[in-house]
């Protein structure tokens, strides 16, 4: 079956350590997105990649790190530097010029 | 930038009909997407608008007027399990239609 993975789906970390957040998709898609989701909010862009060995910054980056080294995995590090990391983080891919994006299931990541 | 409302929350009884609007201020767009999320699991695709009009889709009808920056989601027949929040988004022209706007959410109550 083709789709997104994320793992693991909860995560409790300690205050100013730094956590990787892993997601890998088998849909060949070029296009990968990260996205923070608080408590009854919308989804807000950290990260997007539409190629290998490339990303750009989204609109909330700050203390965020992601790398591409390849097409199916885009992890992201959630560094000391985020002051409040404790969310619900979704990542997406998106095939070429289509419009839909392919979310996984998410991990809750809660920093105490 | 792009800005995009919507009602936080509406209440409907099951088989009835309701509506769900997004309002936006956007340079440009390259067309209206909407996702529906349960609670705790991952957005999934329901419809695109690239042009204006009402696009179909089972019960589900979405419609887009880019002259009034307005568009909406129309759901027939409500089921218990349409109870979620529903976002809309838009792919701004500003970066070549790279990345995503989400609004804040609406959710969506069904009661019996």
């Not at chain 2, 800005?3 to 390259?30: D, H, K, R, W």
């Not at chain 2, 609004?103 to 069904?110: E, N, Q």
Request: hydrophobic share 30%; glycine share 10%; proline share 4%.
């Amino acid at each position: 079956d083709g789709g997104i993975t994320q793992s693991p789906k909860y995560l409790f970390r300690k205050e100013g350590q730094n956590v990787t957040l892993s997601c890998e998709q088998n849909l060949n898609h070029d296009a990968m997105y990260w996205y923070r989701q608080d408590p009854g909010q919308g989804l807000r862009l950290i990260y997007y990649s539409q190629i290998v060995n490339d990303f750009q910054k989204g609109d909330i980056a700050e203390g965020y790190s992601v790398s591409r080294e390849k097409k199916e995995s885009f992890p992201l590090t959630v560094t000391s530097a985020q002051k409040n990391p404790t969310a619900f983080y979704l990542c997406a891919s998106r095939a070429g010029s289509y419009n839909e994006q392919f979310f996984g299931p998410g991990t809750r990541l809660t920093v105490l | 930038g792009q800005s995009l409302e919507q009602p936080s929350e509406v209440t409907a009884v099951e088989g009835a009909i309701v509506q769900i609007n997004c309002t936006y201020q956007t340079s440009g767009f390259y067309g209206l997407s909407w996702y529906q999320q349960h609670d705790g699991g991952a957005p999934t695709f329901l419809s695109y608008n690239g042009l204006d009009g009402l696009e179909e889709t089972g019960r589900f009808s979405s419609f887009l007027s880019r002259s009034d920056s307005y568009g909406y989601l129309l759901l027939q027949e409500l089921q218990m399990k349409d109870s979620a929040s529903y976002f809309c988004a838009v792919r701004p022209r500003d970066n070549y239609g790279q990345n995503f706007v989400f609004g804040p959410g609406t959710r969506l109550s069904v009661l019996p």
